[in-house]
């Protein structure tokens, strides 16, 4: 990747990242939303001054509450002074849960506003709870206690269960990084996690590749073999009953207001071309590959996906964004199938540039990955790094991501999936 991916003209850009809170099924209840207002402003950390609550409206009436949270909870974060002088009417009581601040005191303000914010209808949760003199007035008026797995001991977070009267607060425990995390938080009596844990990759040495996985890893394998003709591509997918239901399901939705309803593969092949069905085909192929439905894995592969495919086709045209398009949606195979990347990787026909940075290896592809891996992680620093060292403007960033997650749950909920 050469030169500088220029960010549009338009100004206003807002950084905004999602962080899934998931139950203990290891599906998603809630995100919890991070804003920022622009790219020289400072993070604050999620918790929202009152001079950016501007930010959240902009960012919420741009890209849309459903869009970014598929319909879920919203974990929104506040700071004493939101809470006291005006929560922005664009969040919902019924859909959004108000987030307060680790250093909010819970002196009588603070109390009287939280019992008011309730009365309206807002759920409350305390982030990075840990009970004090300070904070033991919150727990009666919280929905939620979230707390931090590795910074808090586990004397501490009995204290914190022994303040809880027939399981209320709700407990939510953070930073749970490793299934052994997972599984020990389950045993304290916590309902809901966050943290990365879902994405690492379980691998069982040995392990078989279940039949329909293998199937759908050989589609997957033969969508992306270079230079595939248009009569390959239909040939490939009129034999798969439910590739072609949700192609047909897709094309033919609203969202693309044709004249005339597409009867068949090789109609949709001529009006939308061979590149945009074999990518929609390349997705619900990932999709196949889970054992799980509803699984954020592919959701975040999804989003991961058209965010480099777009940041990759801005400053390279049509095959830099097929190949963003591509790492994108490897990028978690590992932990969809539980095996070594390099083991999934002998499967699929991948070019040296796109193997080398699925492994790890630095080069402009992983760089760009990277940078989109940050930005969804609301490392926000890093991310800008990243993409200057990319040659990408970091100003391009949060319309690639706000884009990304419109077309993954148009494409998700056109087509079928979940």
Request: proline share 4%; charged share 25%.
């Amino acid at each position: 990747m050469k030169g500088t991916v220029k960010a549009p003209a338009s100004g206003g850009q807002v950084f905004v990242a999602r962080l899934p809170i998931l139950n203990r099924d290891r599906r998603v209840y809630g995100y919890e939303l991070l804003f920022r207002a622009s790219q020289h402003a400072d993070p604050g950390g999620g918790a929202l001054d009152y001079t950016v609550a501007r930010v959240i409206s902009d960012a919420l009436l741009s890209i849309g509450l459903d869009t970014l949270t598929d319909g879920r909870r919203a974990f929104v974060g506040v700071s004493r002074r939101l809470l006291l002088e005006g929560i922005p009417s664009v969040l919902p009581p019924e859909r959004v849960v108000l987030e307060l601040a680790a250093d909010i005191e819970a002196d009588a303000e603070v109390v009287t506003a939280c019992k008011a914010l309730r009365d309206a209808g807002y759920q409350l949760a305390v982030d990075d709870f840990v009970l004090t003199d300070w904070t033991a007035d919150l727990v009666p008026v919280a929905n939620f206690l979230k707390v931090d797995f590795l910074t808090t001991d586990p004397d501490t977070r009995k204290r914190i269960e022994k303040t809880r009267v027939h399981g209320s607060p709700v407990l939510i425990a953070k930073s749970i990084e490793t299934m052994d995390s997972f599984d020990q938080a389950v045993r304290e009596g916590y309902t809901y996690f966050q943290g990365f844990f879902f994405g690492r990759p379980i691998i069982t040495e040995g392990r078989e590749v279940p039949g329909q996985q293998m199937a759908n890893l050989r589609l997957l394998r033969a969508l992306h073999v270079p230079d595939l003709s248009v009569h390959q591509l239909e040939e490939l997918i009129k034999h798969d009953a439910s590739l072609c239901y949700r192609i047909l399901r897709t094309v033919n939705s609203a969202a693309y207001m044709l004249q005339v309803p597409v009867q068949s593969i090789r109609q949709a092949l001529v009006l939308l071309g061979r590149d945009t069905v074999r990518r929609w085909a390349s997705l619900w192929s990932l999709a196949g590959l889970n054992d799980q439905a509803h699984s954020e894995l592919v959701v975040m592969a999804t989003v991961r996906a058209r965010c480099c495919e777009i940041i990759a086709g801005s400053h390279g045209g049509e095959d830099a964004a097929s190949e963003g398009f591509l790492i994108g949606m490897c990028s978690l195979l590992d932990a969809i199938l539980g095996r070594p990347m390099k083991a999934v990787l002998a499967d699929l026909p991948l070019a040296d540039e796109t193997e080398a940075a699925l492994l790890g290896e630095d080069n402009p592809t992983r760089r760009m990955l990277d940078c989109v891996i940050a930005y969804e992680s609301a490392q926000w620093e890093t991310a800008e790094q990243l993409a200057r060292h990319a040659g990408i403007d970091p100003a391009v960033l949060p319309k690639a991501f706000a884009d990304a997650l419109r077309w993954s749950r148009e494409i998700r909920s056109t087509g079928g999936g979940h």
